[in-house]
């Protein structure tokens, strides 16, 4: 990596170009910038995101904003307990050729098929059309009828939960937030923040963001991710980590642990934990991540993989309050 003059180039423009995304999501979203880091990572890791605010929080416009600043192809899938399957993956229909007059198949492209797929309040339609996006999130592509039709990269899905309001919703099983590189809570902004959202949106300030990378460079990015060399002794606290979370791993795992904890994260924890890691450093301009970059993706990669038991929905303890006792037990 050290010698490859093109790799090295290509870190300082993606540090260069992170800090100019950011410069340039400033103009329409004020603060949340914790939120912006942690999906740019998603996005360069290949990864997909569960986001998890209250109403109101600009989750939409961050996302839209940001799929104009990489000049993707953005798509809105807002979810219901009536939608079905096709309504995201789309759909055949009978179409007449008019040269033969012969009746053919036509398959038309649901809103799968975009580069950012916005999936707003996942929790609100059945499991069979949560399901509808398992395929599309694992193998980028598309099944309808005998055909499969593959999909263009990059391709994110971000989905929304309101975590106030669950009547009428139906909880994502494990095996698919599993799928989910991130669960990335918004939370609510400062006072300074919320008074500069106020004076923004009730004036007549109009802004409009500019491109700042188009597709065939995240990709590239995305490729240079996976190129950046990890310490052996970052993989081996990522896998430490990981494992601490599970009973039975070891004899020695926390008593909290014991008492906290249902099940722990599985092995796709580690992998992620060291490619958002990987993905950070670069982001920061730095050719190989530290144990900092695998602590500062904690939190998102393992909140939602940590199942807990009843005593710590008891003793109002919560995934997260488990991984930051973790960040300050696991040792190197």
């Known amino acids: ?5 093109g790799d090295l180039a290509a870190v300082e423009r993606l540090n260069e170009g992170f800090s100019t995304i950011k410069k340039e999501l400033g103009k329409v979203i004020v603060g949340q910038d914790r939120v912006i880091e942690e999906l740019l990572i998603a996005i360069l890791a290949r990864g997909h995101c569960l986001l998890v605010g209250v109403p109101g929080l600009a989750k939409t416009l961050m ?4 799929a104009k600043t990489l000049d993707l192809k953005f798509s809105r899938i807002q979810f219901t307990p009536d939608l079905m399957p096709s309504d995201i993956t789309g759909t055949e229909i009978i179409e007449e050729n008019k040269s033969t007059g012969a009746r053919e198949f036509k398959f038309v492209h649901g809103p799968v098929f975009a580069n950012i797929v916005l999936a707003d309040e996942i929790n609100r339609t059945p499991p069979k059309t949560q399901a509808a996006l398992l395929q599309a999130m694992q193998e980028n592509e598309v099944t309808a009828g005998n055909n499969t039709f593959q999909l263009e990269k990059p391709f994110f899905v971000l989905a929304t939960q309101n975590p106030i309001e669950l009547e009428g919703t139906y909880p994502l099983p494990e095996a ?11 939370d609510y902004p ?3 923040e919320e008074n500069e959202i106020v004076r923004k949106t009730t004036s007549a300030y109009v802004s409009d963001v500019d491109v700042i990378m188009k597709a065939a460079e995240i990709t590239e990015l995305q490729g240079l ?3 950046v060399p990890a310490s052996d002794h970052v993989i081996a606290y990522a896998v430490k980590l990981a494992r601490a979370t599970r009973l039975g791993e070891s004899s020695d795992a926390p008593d909290y642990i014991k008492k906290w904890v249902s099940w722990g994260a599985g092995p796709r924890a580690s992998q992620y934990l060291i490619l958002g890691a990987k993905t950070r450093a670069v982001l920061h301009g730095r050719t190989t991540p530290s144990i900092d970059d695998v602590k500062s993706v904690a939190r998102p990669v393992l909140r939602h993989r940590i199942v807990t038991s009843f005593a710590a929905e008891a003793e109002n303890v919560s995934s997260l309050d488990i991984v930051d ?5 696991v040792t190197e």
């Open 190 to 192: 400062n006072e300074d």
């Open 176 to 186: 698919q937030l599993d799928r989910f590189m991130f669960n990335i809570f918004v």
């Open 63 to 66: 996302i839209s904003s940001l």
């Open 225 to 227: 991710v996976r190129r």
């Open 1 to 5: 990596m050290a010698s490859d003059k």
């Open 325 to 329: 006792k973790l960040l300050e037990d």
